[in-house]
């Protein structure tokens, strides 16, 4: 019987169109599936093909896709009771187990085919044209069939399991898809267990557990290897789930009642009283004859009825707060990582629990978007009373756009919980300042815009597509065609849907700029949806006609008069803004895309590149005067470069590389004794300027010259986020250059052998004789004299390195005068915000004389957490650095602290930008955490020594010198006032991202002293390695080392690099750590830094 | 008023011709439109209330040309599907008030006070908070019309509103169609004759959608006054009668076929003239449709 019953259902389904759809769908989307899951990842020696990516990737799609299982699983059942046969069906002979089981099976073997279709386009995206077959292993049949086994078919049979009796047992398709969210919220309460042997086994996904059962491997074996299935925590993962599912089956096999009523006999005896009642009276009562409206004021009503009306109707929907309270949970139970910095969470501040509550909740609210807008669109066809809708005189547009409404503001209540929970979450960590106005924006200006730009779409094509789930399909494969636009660069605001991101708030500087451009390509975008709507309430079902020819056809007769004017109103509002937009980003600014941007990098490099190492001066003297405009976002420097020969032969031209930006002008250039000026690459914004005089070796020029940067309207995606209201930071790099600029060549290797262009080194070989007298390019020096006035708005403070010789406020702009008593590398940066201040200083106690070195905190008001831990590791840091390496050799030392669009500190002469977000408000316990507010100020100081006192050749090794010693120094004080535990802590935190990083490794590692740009090499094991040194040989003998090698290598008068125009290199730093070593642990220095030892 | 239909035409993409050059002249008051299912009728009557496109031909009410001007149309339309839902956790208060706010009645106390009549009128007062979900057939028909009549319709089209009813709940309802005023065109569909007997002042029967009879029921009863004649007969010889006289019907009576024949003169043969009620009229009708060249 039950065969029957199988066949009967698997017939059915043959027949239906959304089998096919739901397949292709699958299909289609598993072609680019490992592109998609890893979009963005470095495969490093990964295979594209290899097991391990094709377990993630399907476990991730199944995943993402489960919504599709419970599209088919959930209506096998509930189908009946939707068409009303039940009855018919339950009260033949079949038997119960019969028809569940017949049900079932049925419904899995079409679930099964409609999956079969990510095995097949998996396999098939494996040939697609865009996969290099140097990323690829040889294809196997096998590895996928294997992986669809164990991977997909197990969890597809618990989503089955699921999805099928919560269909069958509520008769409720909404509340099938919110088992979905619940899956998902599974799936994120899994990540909160720390276990991860627990964390493996409880994965619905088993996303985290094909990472557990490989975690030991290398990346080649990770690129290569098949997952291990038998035995693992693979194999007792997929056993509990599967487990899981025959108890949900058992459990709605016994609950499943064979019965046509779902308990209503309360309500049915409550009618059969009232159905007595006498009929008598009734034609005594008139029906008054009430005014009916067709008006502006009378449609007002209505889309006021209609957005409140279905409103209530989600509302009384028991799944939709499912949803809005897994939402609310996630938050509470979930570990959440705030703006963590190396296992350090920070402060609960509003913009991290926003952040935090946005990611979280994003899959709830696409679901609630795709799902509820089918259900609203088809709201009356469900209920069947669309009939009676249809032939009244209402508006199709006003219902619909009602209905619009009506999903918004679901997603208002959605966000309000939310909040409400953020703000428990803070309450419950002790955390009250909860600034409800980032609150609101975050949700409101950031999400809910675009939410309700894809609802349009989401309405529109459920208004075109007249069915339900092919429309659900197609709305989702808009969403993700919008993605990919993106990535593939078509993503200018006027024509990538919804336009950019608000981009990052951070405290300092709230949303800044970004607000005013962004709201407005969200109004040009909402016109448009408007316009959307109006077309798809033209084309909506209305009546019986459904077929969508007949129905283009009969919308011209729909367009009534209001309408018409509604619509040509909004058009020309949407043609207005939009050319207003145009007009800002491809008139006054340039829009490039990303082919025209290649396009240039190439032409540069191929026109400029002979002048790379053409002898050209070096920039001895710099004395700008500089006006920031942070508001206006504009600033002018003026002033001079003396620039000086220090090569052998004499320079008749001087190339000059001004910024690319054309809101950056080079308003005037002039040369002592003047030059001639050549344009021919103007394109590229390189001038060459012939000098009247030849620059004889030794002799120096004075270049005067003002720029200026001209903020005009807004560019098109999130423009430059250096010159901001409160919070600029820019370096002199911004400044004109000299020579040919390396950083304009096209990067990515992949690219460039398309382009047939040679591959290109990060770094040049430790012998290359032309990178060896580089430190870094642009104009290098051994040293400047650095003098600077820099202005800015009256109420904040403008900070660059040097002395402050005169402070004055003049027009209502402050002014400040910085100069250097000492020379400089020719690395500077301009800070301006509104500051509070924190002062102290240290007086140094090693040397002869007493030196007092000032040094000052900048900081945004009420980012004074750790403020103290700062300033106490200036001074520790001045005291070890000066003490054992050499002494300080500024007058005063700053940390200022600047908006967190960029996550870093970085060390310039006596001065430390800081971003926000790493040290200012991190929440530190010292009996847990790593003071990494502590660490860092040490690690950014020793720079002042690495960095500042000693430069590094442009060559491999060049990182070992400047951040692997500067991490060694910054231990050494964390160890010094830190218990051993933190020291050991910080450790293993380094170890774990060393074998993070060497996991994405896609070339060979490099020993230490021939790395290049691995962070994993330079900061983790260099950490390691120096600690393990100091603990060989001794921490005195490292620093005795060092400081033989500063006295040596340091540009101002080392004893070595004053004879020679090269800068120092790995190979010299490691002659002076074999110096120190004992002759019989000499075997240490080539384990720990000439070789690739493994742990 | 009038509905006026000329020589409407339908064909549904499967070929089905479900309309053929229907031509009516619908007055105020109740028309009765009787015929098989698919007939056509409900086809009919979705034109009429703008919910399907016609291929060709015309229909005017008054002044409005309800092909074109669909809007205009269903301001002064009240429709009741022969099929409808309601959302079952609303009350008929609520559903109702919904409709009269979208049918255009935007003031709230008029719209209260019409909401409150309607209920009242249509006998659902008392059960006004219940959720619709509980309702008997009999109740949702009702509110069916309640909501029909909300924008007091000038034209007023209701599909096989009885079909399913018990004789009860059919009496109740007719009360509150019999009540409507002569100012309105009121369409009955429906394939229950006694529905048109009671109710109607004028009425057309269709067939394979076309018009084959249309005129006042009892003028219609009078014109086959002494051509009806019945006989009970044994089940083995219908078919026989069948090829010998024109049967319009068979029913059956004490568990034996009666037969129905229509005959110019009294043909004898056991035969007994019966007074000739519209159910006969109908199946004549109906018969001769199908049967044309017995005719």
Redesign the interface.
Same mark, same amino acid.
């Given at each position: 019987m039950w065969y029957n019953i199988f066949k009967f259902e698997i017939q059915y389904r043959i027949k239906r169109p959304d089998t096919y759809v739901f397949f292709l769908f699958l299909f289609l989307f598993s072609i680019v599936g490992v592109d998609f899951v890893f979009q963005g990842a470095d495969f490093g020696a990964m295979k594209k093909n290899s097991p391990f990516v094709i377990a993630k990737t399907m476990g991730a799609i199944t995943g993402i896709f489960m919504i599709l299982a419970s599209m088919i699983m959930g209506v096998s059942v509930l189908r009946d009771f939707e068409y009303e046969i039940e009855s018919l069906i339950f009260s033949t002979t079949i038997k119960k187990k019969d028809y569940l089981l017949g049900r079932f099976l049925g419904s899995f073997t079409v679930l099964l085919f409609v999956f079969s279709g990510v095995l097949f386009g998996m396999m098939l995206g494996e040939f697609m044209p865009w996969h290099n077959p140097n990323y690829l292993l040889e294809f196997s049949f096998l590895t996928y069939l294997k992986t669809f086994l164990i991977v997909t078919l197990p969890t597809l049979f618990f989503g089955a399991s699921l999805f099928f009796v919560t269909g069958a047992l509520s008769r409720n398709l909404v509340v099938v898809y919110t088992q979905g969210i619940f899956l998902f919220v599974v799936f994120m309460l899994t990540k909160a267990i720390t276990n991860q042997f627990w964390q493996a086994i409880l994965d619905p996904f088993s996303l985290t557990t094909t990472t557990f059962v490989t975690k030991s491997w290398s990346a080649l074996e990770r690129g290569t290897q098949s997952i291990p299935f038998f035995g693992g925590a693979l194999m007792y993962n997929k056993l509990f789930w599967f487990s899981l599912g025959i108890l949900a089956l058992l459990y709605g096999y016994k609950k499943f009642n064979f019965n046509v009523i779902k308990n209503k006999q309360s309500k049915r005896k409550k009618v059969q009283v009232s159905n007595i009642e006498p009929v008598s009276d009734a034609s005594a009562i008139t029906i008054p004859d009430a005014e009916k409206q067709y008006g502006m004021l009378s449609k007002w009503t209505q889309l006021k009825q209609f957005s409140w009306f279905y409103f209530l109707n989600i509302c009384k929907q028991s799944s939709f707060w499912a949803i809005v309270i897994c939402g609310m949970v996630i938050i509470l139970i979930n570990s959440v990582s705030l703006g963590t910095v190396y296992g350090v969470d920070s402060y609960p501040a509003t913009y991290f629990i926003v952040e935090e509550l946005k990611e979280t909740s994003i899959y709830f609210f696409i679901i609630i978007l795709v799902f509820y807008s089918g259900e609203l669109v088809w709201k009356e066809r469900g209920a069947k009373l669309n009939l009676i809708y249809d032939a009244t005189a209402m508006s199709s547009f006003i219902n619909l756009a009602g209905k619009y409404i009506a999903l918004n503001l679901i997603y208002v209540v959605l966000m309000l919980a939310l909040i409400s929970s953020g703000i428990i979450f803070q309450t419950l960590n002790g955390y009250y300042n909860y600034e409800f106005s980032v609150y609101f924006s975050g949700f409101f200006l950031e999400i809910l815009p675009s939410l309700a730009l894809f609802t349009f779409i989401a309405f529109f094509v459920q208004a075109l597509v007249n069915h339900k789930f092919v429309g659900i399909m197609v709305v989702i494969i808009l969403f993700i065609s919008t993605i990919t636009l993106g990535v593939f660069g078509f993503d200018h605001d006027l024509y990538f849907f919804g336009g950019r991101s608000l981009g990052t708030y951070s405290d300092m500087n709230g949303y800044g700029h970004s607000l005013k451009p962004y709201l407005l390509i969200k109004s040009y975008w909402l016109f448009f949806g408007i316009l959307l709507l109006i077309i798809g309430s033209l084309f909506i079902v209305r009546g019986t006609e459904t077929n969508l020819l007949k129905r283009l056809k009969i919308s011209k007769q729909r367009i009534s008069k209001p309408l018409f004017i509604f619509g040509s109103v909004i058009t020309i509002i949407f043609i207005l803004l939009g050319s207003f937009i145009f007009y800002n980003t491809n008139v006054l600014n340039d829009y490039w895309t990303n082919s025209e941007a290649t396009e240039f990098r190439i032409a540069y490099e191929k026109n400029l590149k002979s002048f790379e190492y053409l002898p050209q001066p070096k920039i001895v003297d710099v004395n700008l005067k500089v006006e920031l405009y942070p508001l206006s976002r504009n600033y002018t420097a003026e002033g001079y470069y003396i620039l000086k020969n220090t090569n052998e032969q004499p320079i008749n031209e001087i190339h000059i590389q001004k910024l690319l930006e054309r809101s950056v002008t080079l308003d005037t250039i002039t040369f002592e004794g003047g030059a001639t000026e050549n344009n021919k690459y103007a394109t590229y914004n390189y001038t060459i300027y012939q000098l009247n005089n030849t620059l004889n070796p030794g002799d120096s020029i004075k270049m005067n010259f003002k720029q200026s940067l001209t903020t005009k309207g807004f560019e098109s995606g999130n423009s430059n986020s250096t010159i901001v209201g409160n919070g600029t930071f820019f370096k002199n790099q911004d400044f004109p250059t000299i020579g040919y600029s390396r950083k304009i060549e096209l990067n990515d290797n992949d690219e460039r052998s398309k382009y047939n262009l040679p591959e290109r080194t990060s770094r040049a070989s430790r012998d290359d004789m032309t990178e060896l007298v580089n430190a870094r390019s642009g104009g290098d020096s051994d040293g400047i004299n650095f003098e600077m006035i820099i202005g800015t708005e009256i109420n904040q403070t403008a900070i660059a390195p040097g002395n402050l010789i005169k402070q004055w406020t003049e027009n209502n702009r402050s002014y400040y005068h910085y100069k250097m008593k000492q020379p400089i590398v020719n690395f500077y940066a301009m800070v301006s915000a509104r500051y509070e201040l924190k002062k102290d200083k240290w007086i140094s106690k090693s040397d002869s004389i007493t030196k007092h070195v000032a040094l000052e905190i900048y900081y945004h008001k009420g980012h004074d957490y750790n403020i103290d831990r700062m300033m106490l590791s200036m001074k520790a840091s001045l005291n070890y650095y000066s003490t054992h390496f050499s002494p300080y050799q500024y007058e005063q030392l700053r940390i200022m602290e600047f908006p967190r669009y960029a996550q870093f500190a970085q060390s310039f002469p006596g001065t430390v930008p800081f971003s926000e977000s790493i040290g200012f408000v991190l929440d530190i316990d010292d009996e847990t955490d790593v003071d990494m507010a502590f660490y860092v100020t040490a690690h950014e100081i020793a720079h002042q020594w690495f960095g500042m006192q000693v430069a590094a050749a442009n060559v491999k090794g060049r990182h070992l010198i400047l951040e692997t010693l500067s991490q060694y120094a910054a231990m050494m004080v964390l160890k010094e006032h830190y218990p051993k535990e933190r020291v050991q802590q910080f450790l293993d935190i380094q170890n774990d991202r060393y074998l993070e990083g060497k996991r994405r490794e896609s070339g060979q590692e490099p020993a230490l002293e021939f790395v290049e740009n691995q962070e994993y090499i330079y900061y983790a094991k260099g950490a390691i390695n120096m600690y393990a040194l100091q603990k060989e040989i001794g921490e005195d003998k490292v620093n005795l080392a060092l400081k033989r090698f500063i006295n040596d290598w340091n540009i101002i008068d080392g004893s070595m690099k004053n004879h020679t125009n090269r800068y120092a290199t790995s190979k010299d730093l490691l002659g002076y750590f074999k110096e120190v070593t004992p002759d019989n642990q000499q075997y240490i220095i080539t384990e720990l830094f000439e070789s690739v030892c493994e742990f | 008023m009038e509905l006026i239909i000329n020589n409407l035409s339908k064909t549904y993409?499967n070929g089905i011709k479900a309309l053929q050059n229907i031509s009516l002249d619908i007055p105020t008051g109740m028309f009765g439109l009787l015929g098989p299912n698919g007939a056509g009728k409900s086809t009919l009557m +979705?034109t009429l209330?703008?919910?399907?496109?016609a291929d060709s031909g015309s229909v005017f009410l008054g002044d409005i040309d309800v092909l @074109?001007q669909?809007?205009e149309l269903?301001?002064v339309?009240g429709?009741?599907?022969q099929?409808?839902?309601?959302?079952?956790?609303i009350s008929a208060e609520v559903l109702l008030n919904?409709?009269?706010?979208?049918?255009?009645?935007?003031?709230k106390s008029? +719209?209260q006070?019409?909401v409150k009549?309607?209920l009242?009128?249509?006998?659902l007062y008392?059960?006004r908070k219940?959720?619709l @979900?509980?309702?008997?057939g009999g109740?949702k028909q009702r509110f069916?019309i309640a909501?029909a009549?909300l924008?007091?319709p000038k034209l007023l089209?209701v599909d096989e509103p009885t079909a399913g009813l018990d004789p009860v709940e059919r009496n109740?309802f007719y009360?509150?169609l019999s009540?409507l005023g002569e100012h309105t065109v009121v369409i009955l569909s429906t394939h229950i004759v006694d529905d048109v007997k009671e109710l109607c002042t004028n009425m057309a029967i269709i067939n394979q959608g076309q018009v084959c009879l249309k005129g006042n029921p009892s003028q219609i009863i009078e014109d086959l006054k002494g051509k009806v004649y019945k006989k009970t007969i044994e089940k083995p010889e219908l078919n026989l009668y069948k090829q010998n006289y024109q049967v319009i019907s068979e029913k059956l009576f004490l568990g034996k076929p009666t037969i129905h024949i229509l005959s110019d003169n009294n043909p004898g043969d056991g035969f007994t003239g019966v007074n000739a009620d519209l159910e006969d009229v109908y199946f004549s009708e109906i018969f001769n449709n199908t049967n044309p060249k017995s005719n």
């Open positions: - | 993409s +979705r209330s703008t919910l399907q496109e @074109k669909k809007n269903r301001q339309l429709y009741l599907p099929q409808f839902g309601l959302y079952p956790k919904h409709f009269a706010v979208l049918k255009g009645i935007a003031n008029e +719209r006070e019409l009549a309607l009242e009128k249509t006998n008392e059960v219940q959720n @979900k509980g309702y008997s109740m069916g909501q009549l924008n007091n089209i109740r009360n509150v009540e």
